[in-house]
T-cell receptor
């Protein structure tokens, strides 16, 4: 089946930029997503990108999509302690409305 | 006016018991899901319902039975609970014809002793 891979942990200092990476195998992906899960809560959609886009920026968040390499990244500028959470990459391919989730990257922000 | 709600938030029970988790969404979505998140935070889809019809039933023991009385509700009933069923269970909903983003409930932490 299709696969979405992420590294499990990322540790950054407060104020630095964080870059969370994700690779996927489905070449027919239409939408790709980043979800954030704070402790004790459900996943919340952070941002998404359509497959015909290369980049999407939303305040401190920048999403980069390299469709050729099937690589998606989420950059968080000026990372704050409140950004500490698990970030899940997900994708949906044409004809399906059920996303495939990665295993999540735990972002730890330390002072 | 919570979009996706689940009850209960915490459930502690003994092995062998039967329990249910309820889920409701007020977003008007046509598709609902149940996910299991284990202690390593891995998220695994269990079931998907579209317009009250079962679409996906992943390799889940038949002790787990979803029930969708209407489009806004998807309940999960678990028979003969086992220690390995301990996890956080998330309900989610989406609109099949939309961008596919999912809206998650707050989760139900099930502990089987």
């Amino acid at each position: 089946g299709e696969d979405v891979e992420q590294s499990l942990f990322l540790s950054v200092r407060e104020g630095d930029s964080s870059v969370i990476n994700c690779t996927y195998t489905d070449s027919s992906s239409t939408y790709l997503y980043w979800y954030k899960q704070e402790p004790g809560a459900g996943l919340q959609l952070l941002t998404y990108i359509f497959s015909n886009m290369d980049m999407k920026q939303d305040q401190r968040l920048t999403v980069l999509l390299n469709k050729k390499d099937k690589h998606l990244s989420l950059r968080i500028a000026d990372t704050q302690t409140g950004d500490s959470a698990i970030y899940f990459c997900a994708e949906i391919s044409g004809g399906s409305y059920i996303p495939t989730f990665g295993r999540g990257t735990s972002l730890i922000v330390h002072p | 006016d919570t979009a996706v709600s689940q009850t209960p938030k915490y459930l502690v029970t003994q092995m062998g018991n039967d329990k249910s988790i309820k889920c409701e969404q007020n977003l008007g979505h046509d598709t609902m899901y149940w996910y299991k998140q284990d202690s390593k935070k891995f998220l695994k889809i269990m079931f998907s319902y579209n317009n009250k019809e079962l679409i996906i039933n992943e390799t889940v023991p038949n002790r787990f039975s979803p029930k969708s009385p209407d489009k806004a509700h998807l309940n999960l009933h678990i028979n003969s609970l086992e220690l390995g069923d301990s996890a956080v269970y998330f309900c989610a909903s989406s609109q099949a014809s939309g961008r596919g983003e999912q809206y998650f409930g707050p989760g139900t932490r099930l502990t089987v002793t």
